[in-house]
């Protein structure tokens, strides 16, 4: 067995590879012969497996070996299923042991041995722990292909058969919704749950990554279909028209928009499947809890990292547990418009340290007695946790040609404000579903859009009301309404007393960095540059080579300096959005092309050769890298040019230091080196093809892996929207 200890015979560690092949070889001889001897076979091979990990290797790299043991694995016979069993799962301890066993189709046979396990139970499609501890084999099945699931590739996972990526998650969810109820009656630590097992030596976190690998690739293209069912309802826009919105709104005023059909509402609207996913009643609380049992925690990826097998290295730890606060969920309400209480103060007060406190089911239950005294309930992520309402994130996120949008649901009781008043730093649409909101929006301190990810100054957002009021808008927002707050600007929201609870979502668009027409010219500038590179390559001058690499450099920085103070810079790049009709097509061709000239003429007049080696200086003497900014353009690479980026100089990986070196040593031409390759930049660049290919390229590799994160969350609450109640003592 893999987790025992087990004492290898000096006689099993002398056992040769090919007598142990040939014995596999004579297998299905011996079956007919003598069971005995089979089962000591598949157990020689899986002590030899444990002795170390040479013979680990050797024995899995035996191919008659690895073709005999998963041969057996659905065996008639039940003493030598299990005896092959427990010899993949010892193989499986090393990771060439579980790449030869993907390679011999291993992964089909345990899926399709568990599956029909299941079939033969009274209790199929489902399956539940009590029928696994009855049995050792469906449980070595079960182990075996959740460790090999959990060490596929993109394409592995791909070529499981469909039908069984079909059935197997079915079965599995079962399982994880009891493992899901367990961990909901234990403490909120997260150290108390780290040793618990969902049955035998299966733990939890692995049957969760499980279900989140089998789904992360369903339906990766469908953001046009998701954005022709939000165009359809035009809720985002009503009577305004797009090209009026594009240019006069957004991102510079707010816009109220009023939908008095209310038809995003009604039994076929976009919103009705998600209210009536929530469960609600006539008395709003008391739905409370059972949603919020049925919603886990979605931990924060990294907006740079591209590859969904890496996020789920970095996050397997965390998958499939219940809410935790701050990160999911706030229970917050405001007092005199200014001060925010947190009903779970201690949990807010430990906010930064290194455990979250993950919400058990007394904390769960007490939200509903939170929301009676005054408080809202805040949960972010919503877009994860509902398919449809992650349908409509996906549509909107389309229409304005960014990878993805988030989506927060606010639930605030009658005559109170939740969120004191603040500012974001991305776009919002309010959704008002249920009841009405009254909502202050002033003015925007400054003209410059506030950034991603960049602190924000909230502190001037909770100024005295009266130095801001001259100039402040105030919206009633009624069921089915929308409104529209583009980031930057300062805003509150209160319920009336007589009006009733409120019920509103949050559609966000967030303007990632490279999707900044700021990142659209640093993009231009990695093409341009990519070609200059390749002439001067093929001249072999090597200094000319070098001193254009630093020019690229302080270019690239340069350009990083103006953004920080034109805000036509951080203005959204709609180069991917999709838009409906041709005329409008045009329209936005043409902005663009405006757009583009003007950014072309500001780099020419202010990018200064001593601006951006003052900066480049500055980061070098606090040892920061002055191309931290653009270390996402690594993203822009194809795969026909990863062999030239590993042969050649690139701006992405060259050292700093050694570029500031080469920029003293010549210091004499490097400013006219600098100014030429500016003046060239803006003389020859061309907007469209090439620039705009290598940007979709990138937007469309984060709106894969950000779509694989969201089919993995979907997949794992799906398994906990159907659960039955629970008593209320669990």
């Known amino acids: 067995m893999l987790e025992q200890s087990i004492s290898v015979p ?7 590879i090919p007598l142990l092949a040939s014995i596999t070889s004579e297998i299905h001889v011996m079956i007919i012969n003598c069971t005995e001897i089979v089962c000591k076979s598949a157990e020689i091979i899986g002590a030899a497996s444990l002795a170390s990990f040479e013979m680990n290797e050797n024995i899995a790299l035996e191919d008659e070996i690895m073709k005999g043991l998963i041969s057996l694995l659905g065996s008639s016979k039940r003493k030598i299923a299990i005896a092959s069993c427990n010899a993949v799962l010892d193989l499986s301890t090393t990771s060439v042991g579980r790449q030869r066993l993907l390679e011999f189709t291993a992964i089909e046979n345990l899926l399709l041995c568990f599956v029909q396990e299941c079939k033969s139970t009274t209790a199929y499609p489902a399956v539940d722990m009590t029928f696994l501890e009855k049995d050792e084999y469906p449980v070595l099945l079960l182990q075996g292909a959740i460790t090999l ?25 079962s399982l994880w919704g009891q493992a899901h109820k367990q961990r909901l009656c234990v403490s909120s630590s997260k150290c108390d749950q780290g040793d618990e097992f969902c049955i035998s030596n299966i733990r939890t976190n692995n049957l969760v990554e499980s279900i989140f690998r089998l789904s992360i690739n369903y339906g990766l293209h469908t953001g046009d279909m998701n954005f022709e069912h939000v165009k359809k309802n035009t809720f985002y826009l009503g009577e305004v028209g797009i090209e009026p919105f594009l240019s006069d709104i957004w991102e510079t005023s707010p816009l109220l928009i009023k939908n008095t059909s209310k038809a995003s509402l009604k039994q076929d609207g976009i919103f009705s499947p998600f209210i009536q996913y929530l469960g609600l009643k006539e008395a709003i609380p008391t739905f409370l809890p059972s949603f919020l049992k049925r919603v886990i925690s979605c931990p924060a990826i990294a907006s740079d990292e591209l590859d969904i097998l890496e996020i789920i290295k970095e996050i397997k730890n965390d998958l499939g547990y219940p809410i935790n606060y701050h990160q999911d969920i706030r229970v917050v309400k405001t007092e005199c418009g200014e001060r925010e209480l947190h009903y779970f103060q201690e949990m807010s007060d430990s906010r930064l340290s290194r455990d979250p406190h993950i919400l058990s089911m007394n904390d769960i239950l007490k939200c509903e007695e939170a929301f009676k005294e005054g408080y809202s309930i805040a949960l972010r992520g919503i877009e994860f946790r509902d398919q449809t309402i992650s349908a409509i994130a996906e549509g909107l996120a389309y229409l304005f040609g960014q990878p993805s949008a988030g989506v927060n649901m606010y639930l605030t009781p009658s005559n109170s404000q939740g969120l004191a008043r603040h500012s974001d730093d991305h776009c919002v649409f309010v959704c008002q579903l249920i009841g009405a909101k009254r909502w202050t929006v002033f003015p925007r301190p400054d003209f410059q859009l506030p950034r991603l990810y960049e602190p924000c100054d909230n502190s001037r ?48 668009v967030e303007i990632e960095p490279p999707f900044e027409w700021e990142g659209f010219m640093q993009v231009a500038v990695y093409c341009w540059a990519k070609k200059q590179k390749a002439l001067l390559y093929k001249s072999g001058d090597s200094i000319s080579l070098n001193l254009h690499l630093v020019s690229v450099m302080l270019l690239h920085i340069a350009i990083k300096l103006i953004g ?92 700093s230091k050694d570029m500031f070196g080469i920029l003293i040593r010549n210091r004499d031409i490097a400013e006219a080196v600098f100014l030429q390759v500016k003046s060239k930049f803006c003389c020859e660049i061309e907007f469209f093809e090439d620039v705009k290919r290598r940007y979709r390229v990138m937007l469309e590799k984060h709106r894969t892996v950000r779509k694989q994160y969201t089919n993995g969350m979907l997949s794992l609450h799906s398994a906990l929207q159907n659960e039955l109640e629970f008593g209320s003592n669990t």
């Open 10 to 16: 000096s006689s099993i560690r002398l056992v040769s």
């Open 149 to 173: 699931i959990n060490s596929c590739t993109i394409d592995q996972l791909q070529h499981i058969p469909m039908e069984l990526s079909d059935k197997f998650p079915v079965l599995l969810k």
């Open 461 to 508: 957002d909770l100024e005295d009301k009266s130095r801001k009021f001259d100039g402040c808008q105030q919206f009633v927002l009624k069921e089915g309404d929308v409104l529209y707050v583009p980031r930057g600007f300062p805003h509150e929201a209160i319920t009336d007393a007589d009006e009733g609870f409120s019920l509103h979502l949050t559609l966000a």
């Open 564 to 655: 920080n103070r034109d805000p036509r810079f951080r203005k959204a790049c709609l180069v991917g959005a999709t838009l409906s009709s041709s005329d409008t097509r045009d329209w936005l061709c043409e902005n663009q092309r405006t757009t583009f000239g003007y950014l072309i003429s500001t780099i020419t007049s202010e990018s200064k050769f001593s601006d951006a080696v003052e900066q480049l200086e500055a980061a070098l003497r606090i040892n920061e890298d002055p191309l931290e900014h653009v270390r996402w353009m690594k993203h822009l690479i194809v795969e026909e040019e990863e062999i030239e980026r590993k042969q050649s100089l690139s701006i992405l990986s060259a050292d």
